[in-house]
């Protein structure tokens, strides 16, 4: 898969934003996207991962603790198109964010090896 993600920019604390992920195949469906992020100084961390259209109840959504609640991730087929809504957002949200492909969420989603990932778009939330 080749993906790209966009919809970064910046936003002041409270602020809401949109990423993307978007794949150039149609087959985007059929894996689970994981987004990550890397703030300035730290190490990539997991933020989300939405399953494949075709897990049929044996694989889940998750969360990092630090945006459960605040972020929501889902898909459009249609567009072949992973989406993060980035609500509520705080200073500690800025970093470099990415979509990754992998062929399930899992229980070790953060962990896990991905397949295949965009070239990351930037987030700053500041006032």
């Known amino acids: 898969l080749q993906l790209a993600e966009s919809g970064g920019g910046l936003v002041q604390p409270g602020g809401s934003l949109r990423l993307s992920c978007n794949a150039f195949?149609?087959?985007?469906?059929?894996?689970?996207v994981g987004w990550f992020r890397r703030a300035p100084g730290k190490e990539r961390e997991g933020v989300s991962c939405?399953?494949?259209?075709?897990?049929?109840?044996?694989?889940?959504?998750a969360y990092a603790g630090s945006v459960k609640g605040r972020f929501t991730v889902s898909r459009d087929n249609a567009w072949n198109t992973v989406y993060l809504q980035m609500n509520s957002l705080k200073p500690e949200d800025t970093g470099v964010y990415y979509c990754?492909?992998?062929?399930?969420?899992?229980?070790?989603?953060?962990?896990?090896?991905?397949?295949?990932w965009g070239q990351g778009t930037q987030v700053t939330v500041s006032s």
């Open positions: 195949e149609p087959t985007l469906r059929y894996y689970a």
């Open positions: 990754a492909s992998a062929p399930y969420c899992g229980t070790n989603w953060a962990g896990r090896l991905y397949d295949s």
């Open positions: 939405v399953r494949s259209s075709d897990a049929n109840g044996l694989d889940n959504d």
